[in-house]
């Protein structure tokens, strides 16, 4: 890995972000604007005016587009037009929150998902591999809103053990997390497995052994690095995925984080929010990308010849 | 005797490729010569062999005659027509003369489809439907490579690896070419399938009179199957001649190591042990001057220096070596 | 006889895999030795059996694979020993090295840690401090012909051409200072120069070493300039063993004799080609006598139904019913 294969990646992650905020910028304008929102239907044609002219409303949609880009380059991504205050600090004010489920999550998916294809795959064919791949398939194939609302209906609403909405208490993050972690999980256990064992059936497993080491070394020296370029590969799917996870699992659950924010701006055209969150997002995307590709070039050797030799 | 009458002339031919290691738009752009002005020509009816290790550019010059790859420079000539420039119906027209053999016949047949079907889709893109007639072509001309018509009905996976090449030959013979190209087709058989395919290659040779080049890096079955023989080291032809010349008393070092390392299955055969030191190095970072030179027992100061040109020596052979110029080597 | 003491002795060897063609061994009744200093040549087509032979003595054939029959090697019957008694055995014992070597080493882990992690596991080194360790592996580096060893432990397999990752590869597998080698098919994939280094390099090490080592090949040239004594093997069975001087000059077998005058000779003019007719069976379709009844020139009514009866001739035999006569072949 060199300097000039790090430009590239970052040249290319910068290009992304734009390319995304951009779109969603034009999208945005295209499909109305806040001004009924706000106002309500009833609002004097005077009204409408000034809100309008005081969010830059009636400018060309390139003259917005301009100011808005100006702007993000400074560091200004304006205001919240249905809160008043900066869009920036109505945004970070609930990133802490969405911030501590998708940390549990991710943990317990790692754990939980990796450990169990490990498991699946080195007892390949028995019946542990048996339950634990029936229950992964029957994982991934359930949406994440089913889950949601099947947990809501055992827990909530037959044994009214834990609550259905809201955040606090200790109680408050199970549902959420449940939801979060089972589907997830199940794509990792799956995809770890099959990782596994192809490598396991790769010729240079069959050296290892002939060498004289132990079945367990050659597992963990030989066998898991391998392994690890793939999983490691599909974590950069993954950030999508537990990030439109978690825009479902704060809706359902009425969790005030960053995923229940979008969708209400979203619906109230708050322009602005919808924006930074947009940004937050793709910058967390391109960044989780940015850092998949460095410690792939740090597993697999081969990679900054291999790829860039195309 | 016959009139010798040359089918096909290649000259200068020079390959490049680039690498798409430029990575950044001030990189300079970087090649490999993989082929380096290249001259030959094969007579009608000629069994031409190519020989060397990997890398020499064996295959790449059957892949230029055959338009697969484009040349950097040079010319192929066919009979009188000039290959590289022709266009549409009439490169249709020439081209169905010269026709190719793969050496990994799976990957050369479509698995959905019947066998015999492949062996006449030739026909049909060159000559339009004609279905009765070019299956029964098809079938005796499978018939002819020892193919029996139920066989013809196969899929290539119900076949082996040497009734598949047997197939590929006989697609590529439908058009009734004049000239053959095998590309290491025997390579990927077992021993005892090969010689079943190359008794059936000299068979075809002598009742069609084809011109046959034929690319292997197995020595012995290009002295056994060929008329003359081309060594080609990194991208040169480094020795040129009748078989019958250059086996028995090879001149170039290169050809003299190449000869000296294939095995021979004969234990009571037992000869000096010259084995050629080193390895063969990179395409991308070619020594200077005669690129054996590294590697070469009777190297000189000047094979460092200057590429040798390959000239035709007293027994009409070519040879591309400063040592044998100066009769260093008898 | 002469004082020969064998060192790896397979007896009635049979092999077959659960699933495809369950109940059809795709070895049968093997029977070879292979003494130190000694190289042994196991030569045949695909599905000859040859490499599932050599696999099966390291026990490497996997969870389907079934073995019958005994494999001693120091009078211990590696087929019944237990999964940590082989352990011991592989690497230390008996060595393998394979036909793609570049596949065949991790491509993630540099040369130095391979070689590294395998001298490791010796005992009498257990203990030294890392420098011993390096010494050893720029030792062995040095042994197979790597120029520049220090440089090249930090290179990985990819950064190395086939013949450097197969001189690795032996290396690798002469750290636990084995006493056989397996080779599989270890220079099919070279070009010629190169194979010729390789076979200078398994003999020189069969000679400085006093090891044994069994060369598994299709070519019977690298059989010729290689080994001492050789085994054709078709469809699972041996047909004919003997010293190489013997069996590859007057071949008794019709598989020998086939095999050897259906390829050229680059020293020699050869008129022309020998051809075994008919393809290599499959081992379902393995028959009960011969495997080879079906391509043979001198089949006779029983070959097919009746296993051809072991004829002794001095140090070589030969399983068959109508054999050749046995003269110099290339006199034909």
Same mark, same amino acid.
């Given at each position: 890995?060199?300097?000039?294969?790090?430009?590239?990646?970052?040249?290319?992650?910068?290009?992304?972000?734009?390319?995304?905020t951009?779109f969603?910028?034009?999208?945005?304008?295209?499909?109305?604007?806040p001004?009924?929102?706000?106002?309500?239907? &009833?609002?004097?044609?005077?009204?409408?005016?000034?809100?309008?002219?005081?969010?830059?409303?009636d400018?060309?949609v390139r003259?917005?587009?301009?100011?808005?880009?100006?702007?993000?380059?400074?560091?200004?991504?304006?205001?919240?037009?249905? &809160?008043?205050?900066? !869009?920036?600090?109505?945004?970070?004010?609930?990133?802490?929150?969405?911030?501590?489920?998708m940390?549990?999550?991710?943990?317990?998916?790692?754990?939980?998902?990796?450990?169990?294809?490990?498991?699946?795959?080195?007892y390949?064919?028995?019946?542990k591999?048996?339950?634990?791949?029936?229950?992964?398939? /029957?994982?991934?194939?359930?949406?994440?809103?089913?889950?949601?609302?099947?947990?809501?209906?055992?827990?909530?609403?037959?044994? /009214?053990?834990?609550?259905s909405?809201g955040?606090?208490?200790?109680?408050?993050?199970?549902?959420?997390?449940?939801?979060?972690?089972?589907?997830? !999980?199940?794509?990792?256990?799956?995809?770890?497995?099959?990782?596994?064992? &192809?490598?396991?059936?790769?010729?240079?497993v069959?050296? /290892?052994?002939?060498?004289?080491l132990?079945?367990?070394?050659?597992i963990?020296?030989?066998?898991?690095?391998? /392994?690890?370029?793939?999983?490691?590969?599909?974590?950069g799917?993954?950030?999508?995925?537990?990030?439109?996870?978690?825009?479902?699992?704060?809706?359902?659950?009425?969790?005030?984080?960053?995923?229940?924010?979008l969708?209400?701006?979203?619906?109230?055209?708050?322009?602005?929010?919808?924006?930074?969150?947009?940004?937050?997002?793709s910058?967390?995307?391109?960044?989780?990308?940015?850092?998949?590709?460095?410690?792939?070039?740090?597993?697999d050797?081969?990679?900054?010849?291999?790829r860039?030799? &195309? | 005797?016959?009139?010798?009458?040359?089918?096909?002339?290649?000259?200068?031919?020079?390959?490049?490729f680039?690498?798409?290691?430029?990575?950044?738009?001030?990189?300079?752009?970087?090649?490999?010569? +993989?082929?380096?002005?290249i001259?030959?020509?094969?007579?009608?009816?000629?069994?031409? =062999?190519?020989?060397?290790?990997?890398?020499?550019?064996?295959?790449?010059?059957?892949?230029?005659?055959?338009?697969?790859?484009?040349?950097?420079?040079?010319?192929?000539?066919?009979?009188?027509?000039?290959?590289?420039?022709?266009?549409?119906?009439?490169?249709?027209?020439?081209?169905?003369?010269?026709?190719?053999?793969?050496?990994?016949?799976?990957?050369?047949?479509?698995?959905?489809?019947p066998?015999?079907?492949? +062996?006449?889709e030739?026909?049909?893109?060159?000559y339009?439907?004609?279905?009765?007639?070019?299956?029964?072509?098809?079938?005796?001309?499978?018939?002819?490579?020892?193919?029996?018509?139920?066989?013809?009905?196969?899929?290539?996976?119900?076949l082996? =690896?040497?009734?598949?090449?047997?197939?590929?030959?006989?697609?590529?013979?439908?058009?009734?070419?004049?000239?053959?190209?095998?590309?290491?087709?025997?390579?990927?058989?077992?021993?005892?399938?090969?010689?079943?395919?190359?008794?059936?290659?000299?068979?075809?040779?002598?009742?069609?009179?084809?011109?046959?080049?034929f690319?292997?890096?197995?020595?012995?079955?290009?002295?056994?199957?060929?008329?003359?023989?081309?060594?080609?080291?990194? =991208?040169?032809?480094?020795?040129?001649?009748?078989?019958e010349?250059?086996?028995?008393?090879?001149?170039?070092?290169?050809?003299?190591s190449?000869?000296?390392?294939?095995?021979?299955?004969?234990?009571?055969?037992?000869?000096?042990?010259?084995?050629?030191?080193?390895?063969?190095?990179?395409?991308?970072?070619?020594?200077?001057?005669?690129r054996?030179?590294p590697?070469?027992? +009777?190297?000189?100061?000047?094979?460092?220096?200057?590429?040798?040109?390959?000239?035709?020596?007293?027994?009409?052979?070519?040879?591309?070596?400063?040592?044998?110029?100066?009769?260093?080597?008898? | 006889?002469n #004082?020969?003491?064998?060192?790896?002795?397979?007896?009635?060897?049979?092999?077959?895999?659960? %699933?495809?063609?369950?109940?059809?061994?795709?070895?049968?009744?093997?029977?070879?030795?292979?003494?130190?200093?000694?190289?042994?040549?196991?030569?045949g087509?695909?599905?000859?059996?040859?490499?599932?032979?050599?696999f099966?003595?390291?026990?490497?054939?996997?969870?389907?694979g079934?073995t019958?029959g005994?494999?001693?090697?120091?009078?211990?019957?590696? *087929?019944?020993?237990?999964?940590?008694? #082989?352990?011991?055995?592989r690497?230390?014992e #008996?060595?393998?090295?394979f036909?793609?070597a570049?596949?065949?080493?991790?491509?993630?882990q540099?040369?130095?840690?391979?070689l590294?992690?395998?001298?490791? *596991?010796?005992?009498?080194?257990?203990?030294?401090?890392?420098?011993v360790?390096?010494?050893?592996a720029?030792?062995?580096?040095?042994?197979?012909?790597?120029?520049?060893?220090?440089?090249?432990m930090g290179?990985?397999?990819?950064? *190395?051409?086939?013949?450097?990752?197969?001189?690795?590869?032996?290396?690798?597998?002469?750290?636990?200072?084995?006493?056989?080698?397996?080779?599989?098919?270890?220079?099919?994939a070279?070009d010629?120069?190169?194979?010729?280094?390789?076979?200078?390099?398994?003999?020189?090490?069969?000679?400085?070493?006093?090891?044994a080592?069994?060369?598994?090949?299709?070519?019977? %040239?690298?059989?010729?300039?290689?080994?001492?004594?050789?085994?054709?093997?078709? %469809?699972?069975?041996?047909?004919?063993?003997?010293?190489?001087?013997?069996? *590859?000059?007057?071949?008794?077998?019709?598989?020998?004799?086939?095999?050897?005058?259906?390829?050229?000779?680059?020293?020699?003019?050869?008129?022309?080609?020998?051809?075994?007719?008919?393809?290599?069976?499959?081992?379902e379709k393995?028959?009960a006598?011969?495997?080879?009844?079906?391509?043979?020139?001198?089949?006779?009514?029983?070959?097919?139904?009746?296993?051809?009866?072991?004829?002794?001739?001095g140090e070589?035999?030969?399983?068959?019913?109508?054999?050749?006569?046995?003269g110099?072949?290339?006199?034909?």
């Open positions: 890995m060199n300097s000039t294969y790090i430009i590239r990646k970052v040249l290319r992650a910068l290009l992304t972000v734009w390319m995304v951009t969603v910028f034009l999208i945005l304008r295209l499909s109305g604007d001004t009924v929102s706000v106002l309500g239907l &009833e609002a004097s044609p005077e009204a409408v005016e000034a809100f309008r002219a005081k969010w830059g409303l400018d060309p003259v917005q587009y301009m100011r808005f880009f100006s702007n993000a380059v400074r560091g200004d991504m304006g205001d919240s037009i249905l &809160e008043g205050t900066s !869009a920036l600090s109505s945004v970070l004010s609930r990133l802490p929150n969405t911030l501590n489920l940390f549990i999550a991710t943990f317990l998916t790692f754990l939980i998902g990796i450990s169990m294809g490990l498991i699946a795959s080195l390949n064919n028995t019946i591999d048996k339950i634990i791949m029936v229950i992964a398939v /029957a994982g991934f194939s359930t949406p994440t809103f089913v889950v949601a609302v099947v947990l809501v209906l055992i827990f909530s609403i037959n044994l /009214a053990w834990l609550p909405s955040s606090g208490t200790w109680q408050h993050y199970i549902m959420p997390i449940l939801t979060m972690t089972i589907v997830e !999980a199940a794509i990792f256990a799956r995809f770890t497995r099959s990782a596994m064992l &192809e490598v396991l059936y790769q010729p240079y069959k050296t /290892a052994v002939a060498k004289g132990s079945w367990w070394q050659v963990r020296r030989h066998a898991l690095p391998n /392994a690890a370029i793939p999983i490691v590969t599909i974590c799917f993954w950030i999508g995925l537990i990030i439109a996870g978690a825009v479902i699992t704060e809706s359902i659950f009425g969790w005030p984080g960053i995923g229940r924010l969708v209400y701006s979203v619906k109230h055209r708050d322009y602005n929010v919808v924006q930074v969150i947009v940004l937050l997002i910058c967390t995307m391109v960044i989780t990308n940015l850092s998949i590709d460095i410690i792939y070039g740090w597993l050797p081969r990679v900054s010849i291999d860039e030799g &195309e | 005797m016959e009139q010798v009458t040359e089918i096909l002339e290649v000259k200068n031919l020079s390959k490049k680039h690498l798409k290691k430029q990575k950044m738009p001030w990189q300079k752009k970087k090649y490999v010569h +993989v082929l380096n002005d001259n030959f020509t094969v007579n009608t009816g000629e069994a031409l =062999g190519i020989v060397g290790e990997s890398g020499c550019g064996k295959s790449t010059t059957a892949k230029i005659i055959m338009d697969i790859y484009s040349p950097t420079s040079g010319t192929i000539k066919f009979k009188s027509n000039e290959l590289t420039g022709l266009k549409g119906e009439e490169k249709k027209r020439i081209r169905r003369n010269i026709q190719y053999v793969f050496q990994d016949p799976m990957g050369a047949l479509n698995p959905r489809i066998v015999v079907e492949q +062996v006449y030739p026909l049909i893109i060159h339009g439907r004609n279905i009765k007639e070019q299956y029964q072509k098809a079938v005796s001309l499978l018939e002819s490579v020892g193919m029996s018509e139920s066989l013809g009905k196969m899929y290539p996976h119900q082996s =690896g040497g009734q598949r090449q047997r197939v590929v030959l006989a697609r590529a013979m439908i058009l009734e070419p004049e000239i053959l190209i095998c590309d290491e087709p025997i390579s990927a058989l077992d021993v005892s399938i090969q010689s079943q395919v190359v008794n059936l290659l000299m068979k075809i040779r002598e009742e069609r009179g084809i011109t046959l080049i690319i292997s890096h197995d020595l012995s079955m290009i002295r056994h199957l060929c008329d003359s023989t081309a060594v080609m080291y990194m =991208g040169n032809i480094v020795e040129q001649g009748l078989s010349t250059v086996f028995p008393n090879p001149l170039h070092p290169y050809t003299k190449l000869i000296n390392a294939i095995p021979i299955p004969d234990p009571r055969v037992k000869r000096e042990d010259t084995i050629v030191e080193g390895e063969i190095p990179s395409l991308l970072n070619p020594p200077s001057g005669c054996f030179h590697r070469c027992p +009777v190297a000189m100061a000047k094979c460092s220096k200057k590429v040798p040109e390959l000239k035709i020596l007293s027994d009409g052979r070519k040879a591309a070596c400063f040592a044998v110029e100066k009769g260093v080597v008898q | 006889m #004082i020969f003491k064998p060192l790896l002795q397979i007896k009635d060897l049979s092999v077959g895999f659960n %699933g495809a063609h369950e109940g059809n061994p795709v070895v049968r009744g093997v029977n070879l030795e292979v003494g130190p200093g000694e190289i042994l040549g196991i030569v087509e695909s599905g000859s059996g040859k490499s599932v032979t050599c099966a003595v390291v026990r490497l054939l996997g969870e389907r079934w019958e005994e494999i001693l090697f120091d009078n211990k019957n590696l *087929l019944e020993c237990s999964e940590s008694e #082989i352990v011991s055995v690497g230390k #008996i060595a393998m090295i036909q793609d570049q596949s065949f080493l991790n491509p993630v540099s040369i130095g840690s391979q590294l992690e395998a001298l490791f *596991l010796r005992k009498d080194l257990a203990g030294s401090p890392g420098s360790y390096r010494k050893e720029v030792k062995l580096l040095t042994e197979v012909g790597i120029p520049d060893p220090e440089r090249r290179e990985y397999p990819h950064q *190395l051409s086939g013949g450097q990752n197969q001189r690795a590869m032996i290396a690798i597998m002469l750290a636990g200072n084995p006493r056989l080698l397996i080779a599989d098919e270890p220079t099919t070279l010629v120069t190169i194979q010729a280094q390789i076979i200078r390099l398994l003999k020189k090490i069969c000679k400085e070493r006093n090891m080592i069994i060369f598994v090949t299709h070519d019977l %040239g690298v059989v010729a300039e290689t080994c001492d004594r050789t085994v054709v093997m078709y %469809g699972g069975r041996i047909m004919e063993a003997g010293p190489v001087d013997e069996v *590859l000059v007057k071949p008794r077998h019709p598989y020998t004799f086939g095999l050897l005058l259906s390829k050229p000779r680059v020293d020699m003019k050869v008129k022309e080609l020998y051809t075994i007719e008919g393809v290599v069976p499959s081992p393995l028959p006598g011969c495997p080879f009844f079906d391509r043979c020139s001198n089949v006779i009514d029983k070959c097919k139904d009746n296993p051809p009866p072991k004829i002794v001739e070589r035999h030969f399983f068959c019913f109508n054999p050749e006569e046995g110099v072949v290339w006199n034909r």
